[in-house]
């Protein structure tokens, strides 16, 4: 499938995919939000694909903002409409994606780009890597998640400081806060989370499914330690199961179907 404002390579069940705006640090337009949708759809739906990573083109940027100029005329309801959009095209998609997803962030993440890392199931980060959801600056809050995603990520505290101030942190503050897995120099970003990615491809896909539902299920109440039972018990009736144990008594590696 080909993709206005994106690049797309599939290696070894990996899809990458790239915003390619570099001129314009890979802001989010309705054009990146159109074509996000229909790769994530691709990711959904492509059987050949077991996992895929975000990032941006080029050294300095992952995603610099939303295009502020699409803004300008909007009233309160369209304003409302086009954050309910994106959050069911895009940021929603993305985080209830049942494959694992990982945010390579190479550069600025900025407003909506921070918050497209966050709806990402984790974040591995360049060492020149900038966060910040500076839109206090402009009158506005987030739209696309950033208050609820980083609250739960980095805690009520550091969010309400971050989110008031709209002030940039550093990959290695985002690592401290817990928002970043890890640091890595931004010739090797890829590469790491394509080794990750290598190991949970030889993990049980269904299994690894059912954990992504679980955590973004996350409840503090007896709910979510129901929700987890339940999926527990859904592990039972798969073939992957029957692999997994089976291989475990035998001394064996696994070789899990997604059955």
């Known amino acids: 499938m080909s993709y206005q404002t994106l690049l797309s390579s ?133 739209g696309y998640g950033g208050t609820q995603r980083l609250t739960q990520v980095v805690g009520r505290n550091r969010a309400m400081q971050l989110l008031m101030t709209g002030e940039m942190f550093s990959a290695k503050d985002a690592e401290q806060y817990g928002m970043v897995n890890s640091v890595v120099e931004q010739d090797k970003l890829i590469e790491k989370c394509k080794e990750i990615l290598q190991v949970i491809h030889a993990k049980a896909p269904l299994a690894i499914t059912k954990v992504i539902e679980c955590v973004n299920y996350f409840d503090h109440t007896q709910a979510g330690y129901d929700f987890e039972i339940k999926k527990f018990g859904e592990c039972f009736a798969t073939e992957d199961k029957n692999e997994g144990t089976s291989a475990f008594l035998e001394k064996r590696k696994p070789d899990f179907k997604g059955r």
Request: net charge negative; proline share 4%; aromatic share 6%.
């Open 10 to 142: 599939l290696e070894n069940g990996t899809l990458v995919i790239t915003i390619n705006r570099p001129d314009k640090l890979n802001a989010l337009n309705k054009d990146v939000i159109n074509d996000l949708s229909k790769v994530m759809d691709e990711v959904y739906n492509n059987a050949d694909i077991k996992s895929a990573i975000i990032t941006g083109a080029g050294q300095k940027s992952f995603v610099a903002g939303a295009d502020i100029s699409e803004f300008t005329s909007l009233s309160a309801n369209e304003g409302a409409a086009l954050a309910a959009t994106g959050h069911k095209n895009v940021f929603d998609k993305i985080e209830n994606c049942p494959k694992p997803v990982i945010a390579a962030v190479n550069g600025f993440a900025l407003g909506g780009g921070c918050e497209l890392a966050l709806s990402c199931h984790f974040i591995i980060a360049s060492d020149n890597a900038k966060f910040g959801q500076p839109e206090v600056n402009l009158g506005l809050i987030p």
